[in-house]
């Protein structure tokens, strides 16, 4: 009796869907985060009468055929890069992307890593960094007796320096666009690497064409919606509930039978 290995794989299926959930819900407040779904895919089937085969002498066609599936399988776990909500904070180094686009930060083995966070930060040397101390690329330093900040639509990175009545351009911040999103790897504190599924990226100030536009004093919060989690989540229960029934049900036949 196949039915118990069959809802085996169902259960471990909704298994992976639950701890795909709970990664949403975890991490609904974290700057930048996209929420994640996971793809189903039936498994191969068994051909007990296979389905356009002759059937006659005369030529005639099974038009259905016996097909007994074997199961279920987790084919992709991928992003979905729906818009975040901007939550205004006041804050001059705190950026957000409205439309496509990702940051582009150096980490310390030199690789280029991405991101939608855009909560920057000074470092000692007035470099403008992530969290993590990253350099945020391509690298722009504020001098040490700039007096304010601001970054205006187009990632221009400008700054007040005393004696001067205009404000002094120190950089220029560019974003990073992929043909797949879905592609770039996650390595955690909100950082994407390229991928060959992801293709290379193209670069461009923001507000060309294609790239969205820089939000200052504004980060992007996640765009995991928590009542639908949360559906999902009932969801999910349900059919693991289903499947472990399934497996129940099978055994009990099977000792019907072997009572005979």
Sequence with gaps: ?????????GMQAQQLNVEVISNNIANMNTTGYKEQQPEFEDLLYQNLRRVGATSSDANTIVPAGIQLGTGVNTGAVYRITTQGTLQSTGNALDVAIQGQGYFQVLMPNKQTAYTRAGSFQLSPQGQIVTQDGYTVEPGITVPQNATAISIDSTGQVQASIPGQVAPQVVGQLTLATFYNDAGLQAIGNNLLLQTAASGAPVTAAPGSTGFGTIQEGFLESSNVNPVQEITNLITAQRA?????????????????????
């Design 1 to 9: 009796m196949s039915a118990m290995s069959i809802a085996a794989t």
């Design 240 to 260: 693991y509930e289903m499947n472990s029934k399934v497996i129940t049900v099978a055994d009990q036949m099977m000792q019907d039978i072997n009572q005979l």
